[in-house]
């Protein structure tokens, strides 16, 4: 018995309880194929393309910005950890970084990058 | 848990990384077999900054994440860059530059 | 809980914080109307160099360390710095050429190379491996940026990726090293290392001995030892010129400073097993570098070799490990840049924006149509054979010199022999420039820019001066040795 025999035993129940639902409607269920039953199911509506289909540029950059800007964030959170003992030195000294980063967006957004279309 | 279960996982890691950087093509694969390659190393730099009880291991890891992402937006950039100039993202076919 | 603030003392990263300061502007003027005001982008430029410049000099009088042992400015740090602002200040002057201005956005370029010689600058004063591994990256992300400028060809950004790909590779290997080491010896400074290394040795934990040669294994792709020096004809070749010139010396002073750091401040010299490997890396790296550049036609692809070679040459030096050792490398480094820079400069000096003239062919008669361009390539081709007076005969004369001294008579042999296969590629290009008729139509060769003319010339006479009055050079650069 460890930390995640519970773990184990949920993904045993929740594998079992997929497998008796899934086998219950087959073998129970009314089955009628159609054209229209065959087709991904997307809320509803007809789809108008396929899944495989390439993504706009756009959204690309978009992640991109996300990804640097997300990360760089990563930096905050030891700094946040420890913001009282350090003082008004280590306030400043992040005040420095996000300056830094800020001129990068502004880079980014005078560039062009968050531009839509 | 001893340290030899991280370490030995994240050795496999870097190998499958490294096997997957010399023997894939399509140079968006190399470059995710990279990125485990990194993150390999960042789960060694974990576990012996946590079982030594010395935090520099995990700032390494900070500063390793952040290079991390800067590397996929050049890296990303380049290889869109030259997908809209060649239409091919296969390793193969980037030949120009040969004696 | 009480935190101790490590000393933070900015002056140890004055010339970092210059720089930075210099490049954000350049960011922010790309925004706005002065994007196009050359010579405000240019003043900046430059302006924050020569700030770098003084702060570097002026830390000759006083070294300091700061960050708890993370960096040190010390003379060492100087001379490589010195090596680096150099090849910094020539790149962005001889990157006003004709065909560099008609496709690059000057106020981003000029940030892109601000920003590598920060990550430079770092990679020289570093002391731990922290530090080494910022410094790293910065420079080698801004490279790969710097490579693929001509973003409309195609060899330009395939150069640009290969040396991404294969650069992030290594990148890989280097931090599984550091990881490994730290698991070792629990710390990433390397002064702490090298007292690891005294009580227990270089084989005192497999772990230990292991993440060196990773470590070693991500360095040699960086500096193009052979056999990791797979990806750097091609990038060199791919790169826009000024750019192949800085890569060439920027980054390789920037990464020599760092690996000598390493050897002999955390590894230790004194271990046979790790220099009998430098041994054999080294006379690898200087025969196939030589031998491949003998067969080149394309000038950029045999300047690439070439640099392989030359990298060579400087882990001879490292492998003799004495008194000779850390003087031998930096003068051999700020040569290196002045020729290297100088050579590639010219190329793109006679690159117009119909024609590109790479290959050795079309150099044909050039020393008679553009008097002073061929004249200065053929001493930058002098010097990096290894004629006298050029710097570059001290400088390969010192490094043999400093093996000899180690008892590494066969490693300087071996060193001569290479230098000598070296000497037909070099003046096979001085040949084509003055003693053979350009063939076809005569070329129209664009008007020589005065700024890439202030920039060669200062390559010229920094090459002459070295080769002529080496002494008083190599006495400053003693005084740095002692010091690390």
Partial sequence: MNDFTPVLLMFLFVAFLVLFMLGLSLLLGPKKKSAVKGEPFETGMVPFELPGDRFSIRFYVIALLFIVFDVELVFLFPWAAVFRQLGWFGFAEMLVFIVILALGLIYAWKKGALEWE | ?????????????????????????????????????????????????????????????????????????????????????????NLDDFNLLKW | M??????????????????????????????????????????????????????????WKAPVEAFAGSVALDRFAVGFSLAILSAATLTVLLSLNELERSYLLLADYYGLVLFATVGMLFLASATSLVMVFVGLETLSISLYVLAGQRRTQASSLEAALKYFLLGAFATGFFLYGVALIYGATGTLQLREIGTYVGTHGIFGSPLFAFGVLLLLIGFGFKIAVVPFHMWTPDVYQGAPTPVSGFMAAGSKAAAFAALVRIVFVAVGPTVVNWTALLWVLAVLTMFVGNVLAVVQDNVKRMLAYSSIAHAGYILVAIVAANDLTNSSVIFYVLTYTFMNVGAFGVLSALASRDKEALDVHELSGVGYQKPLLGLAMAIFMFSLAGVPPTAGFMAKFYVFSAAVKAGYIWLAILGVVAAMISVYYYLRVVVYLYMREPDGETTAWPRLVPAVGVALGVAVLAILGMGVWPGSVMGMLRQAAALL
Avoid at chain 3, 21 to 49: D, H, K, M, P
Wanted: hydrophobic share 60%; glycine share 8%; aromatic share 6%.
């Fill in chain 2, 1 to 89: 848990m001893s340290p030899q279960h991280y370490l030995v996982l994240a050795g496999i890691l870097f190998t499958i990384g490294v096997t997957g950087v010399l023997i894939r093509k399509n140079a968006l694969i190399v470059f995710m077999s990279i990125e485990l390659m990194l993150n390999a190393v960042n789960l060694t730099l974990v576990t012996f900054s946590h079982f030594m009880r010395s935090p520099d291991g995990q700032v390494l890891v900070f500063f390793s994440i952040v290079v991390a992402a800067a590397e996929v937006a050049v890296g990303l950039a380049l290889i869109v860059a030259l997908f809209r100039l060649s239409g091919s993202t």
């Fill in chain 3, 2 to 59: 009480s935190l101790t603030i490590p000393t933070v003392n900015l002056a140890a990263i004055g010339p970092e914080l210059a720089l930075t300061v210099g490049a954000l502007i350049l960011l922010l003027l790309s925004l706005g109307r002065y994007r196009r005001s050359t010579g405000l982008l240019l003043a900046v430029a430059l302006g924050s160099l020569a700030v770098a410049f003084a702060l570097v000099i002026a830390a």
